[in-house]
């Protein structure tokens, strides 16, 4: 094999109480990647459509990710990528990340599998660190390993994919606003209150349960941030609204999808996630701001390969 | 039926990861009740056995805990509370609790069971409350639903019962000196760093999922606490030799129960039990502290009826 064409998707990261450490996978939204293997040696980036990003391998996430995985797995060969952004750069919604981790997912493969998904995740991560000026998992963790994943830590990295109940469905809104992944961390506080953290983790404890029993009520009781929901919701236009519309319509949780500024929802069933859908446009509609929605499954796969 | 004798047993709570939220019941070490109904109106504590402990149902945690399912649910009938104290108060392994417990599950027999024993954990809240200073369920919690429990929150109440895994282990030290619930609460600090919070709930996150895929390996890795024990633990002697000792000897983690000053450990199989028990004992034998260990398995059903 010399070539793959993948779909490598967006992801939902600082899932409310799982703030740092839980993402989930999504099905319809994703970019496309083709990883091609040449005899001259050397890694490059030959080619980006539907972003304005740079070429250059040292300033590109994918780049710094590929070359990650090299470095582990030195080769000969080269190595050539092309990039088809489906997911807007800034969006919230992992775009770094699906580059990153289809990246190393695509030379991977083309190597032959020396690397399991868990084991990817750290040179996603060295693209990761582009991106937000830190190196995080909590998007390239769902995207390698699919579903819904818990990194209960980066140092060393340990990562526990959870089971995804079978009628969780996630509703996105992407208002169209640029915020930085950098600037959202900078306000966030750098102490929290023993009883707002104690708050958090039994939370999290509790949906971590809920997604084992399929619990459904128990995942709406325990899907709470109080901690950095109050702040970095400031910066996102109507959230509170489209929160109360988005519970009102049968949301079991709405919260903020990474730094934002997308937000999402998580419904029991697609009927649910269709109303949602529709209370959430009645409300951004009339603001005036150019936005998408997107309605999904957990993509309990993560990368797929589109053709080899 | 007029009368029930009970075993009312003690339990961990604070373990490691869930601070104030996760706890876990034992099996051979506890209380007996004795709980009456008799035809003249009122409560009564009429004989408490093994403690130093005031009869005043206003000053005990029974009588308040009975107190407070008797006003949910009055009747003309009195009743009679005998308590046998094995737990020692002070301990750290739930001495309060199996006694607001035991007199809240009792009532609840002999009223023919008017409250599940979710319901019965805000009864036996009221009585906890005098022992240390705030209400709490994190050890009535496990005595009255069993096994392990998790407090995702207070108010509601709402407490979820996680999996047992079956060859879950305790192993208890509790060295004989006093340290008071609320002195051990004063020193906690109010605030805690945003990276070991996230770090606690990673934590926790993981070893919820560990419960249900019995995996001891995660347990292992999740059973941490950054937050609270390095500032508890120094109150209790030889703490980091006992904890290095017993996991060298097979531990999956060690801890502080509760506020201290007992010790908890937990291992797979009671054989790695009892060498972590012997560990133990080489450290504190040599102090001159009295003290007892326990060996248990998790008790999945909490308090058990001796006769009625």
Known sequence: MDQVKIFTPASVANVSCG??????????????????????????????????????????????????????HPQKAGFEIEIYKNIKAGSGIGSSAASA??????????????????????????GEALASGSAHADNVAPVLMGGITLVRSIN???????????????VILHPK??????????????NVTMEKAIQQWGNLGAFVSALFNEDYGLMSRSLKD????PVRSLLIPEFDSLKK????????????????PSVYALT??????QKVSKAIDEII???GIDFEIHLSNINDQGIKILSN
Chains 1, 2 share one sequence.
Do not use: W, Y
């Open 226 to 229: 109080e901690i950095i929901e």
């Open 19 to 72: 703030f740092d450490v839980l993402g989930f996978c999504l099905e319809p939204v994703g970019d496309e990647m083709v990883i091609r293997k040449v005899e001259s040696s050397g890694l490059k980036i030959t080619k980006i459509v539907g972003e304005s990003l740079p070429l250059d391998v040292k300033k590109n996430v994918a780049g710094l990710a590929a070359e990650a995985i090299l470095k582990a």
């Open 268 to 273: 029991k069933g697609m009927k649910t996630a």
């Open 156 to 170: 060393p990295i340990d990562v526990i994919q959870l089971p995804t109940p079978k009628e969780l469905t996630a």
């Open 177 to 190: 606003i640029e915020l930085k992944t950098m600037h959202a961390r900078e306000i966030i506080k750098k």
């Open 101 to 126: 981790a289809g990246a190393v997912f695509g030379i991977n493969e083309l190597l032959g599998k020396p690397f399991t998904a868990h084991e990817l995740i750290a040179f996603a991560m060295e």
């Open 245 to 260: 519309a988005s519970i009102s319509a049968g949301a079991l949780g709405f919260g903020i999808s990474g730094s934002g």
């Open 285 to 287: 509609s009339p603001i």
